[in-house]
């Protein structure tokens, strides 16, 4: 079975440029994650899909960050603009049921 | 969501146990303790879950006194590759576990 996999690994975009991650969850998991960490801090929640429906979006940032998750399958994270503090690593992840929550790798966002 | 507490970092030698202990004082009545491990450049990854008692698997066990208000995962006989960070996370399975709260986390380093 694939895991929650994401793209690109890495990102290097200049400020006020526009970048899109994507996330591929586990098939059949209803439940989409992002998270990111910025540098030195935790990690930290930012929205949550159930299906194609955001559940939970109290940890956006700012109308910067813009997610969808269309048929609800894969879902995209975009950052337009990207400022220099958007820097840091995102993290998907998916869960079905109660289970345990899949994290992807994470893709490196870095903003110069 | 409980607050969580634990240890910044721990250092261990190899085939030696390790005990990492985390505080939630605040922990309700139906929230689980849940562990994750972290490596450098990965997602976090489910290591163990528990509500009371004692939780065993093939990776760890997870210790919990009858008040709940801590817990301890014990890795036995670490190797260098169990170095990595180590969160303690308490939620409701049906609600809090919708938004999983990382703390700091414990940096564990295993050495020769």
């Known amino acids: 079975e694939a895991g929650v996999t994401q793209f690109p690994s890495h990102s290097v975009i200049e400020k006020g440029q526009t970048v899109t991650l994507r996330c591929d969850p586990i098939s059949g998991h209803d439940n989409l994650y992002w998270y990111r960490r910025v540098m030195g801090k935790e990690i930290k929640f930012l929205l949550h899909?159930?299906?194609?429906?955001?559940?939970?979006e109290s940890g956006m940032p700012n109308n910067r960050f813009l997610a969808e998750r269309t048929g609800g399958t894969y879902s995209t994270l975009k950052v337009q603009p990207a400022e220099l503090e958007d820097s840091g690593v995102y993290f998907c992840a998916s869960r079905g049921g109660e289970t345990e929550a899949f994290f992807g790798q994470g893709t490196r966002l870095t903003v110069v | 969501l409980a607050k969580t507490t634990q240890p910044i970092s721990m250092d261990s030698y190899e085939g030696q146990e390790v005990n990492i202990t985390c505080s939630h004082n605040?922990?309700?009545?139906?929230?689980?303790i849940t562990w994750y491990q972290q490596f450098p450049s990965q997602g976090p990854r489910f290591i163990i879950q528990?509500?009371?008692t004692k939780v065993t698997n093939e990776v760890a066990s997870l210790f919990i006194p009858a008040d709940r208000k801590s817990s301890t995962l014990s890795l036995p006989r670490v190797s260098l590759s169990d170095t990595a960070v180590y969160y303690c996370?308490?939620?409701?399975?049906?609600?809090?576990?919708?938004?999983?709260?990382f703390g700091t986390g414990t940096r564990l380093l295993v050495s020769p």
């Open positions: 996370l308490v939620g409701d399975r049906g609600t809090g576990f919708q938004k999983l709260v």
């Open positions: 605040n922990i309700a009545t139906n929230d689980y």
């Open positions: 528990g509500y009371k």
């Open positions: 899909f159930v299906k194609e429906s955001k559940q939970d």
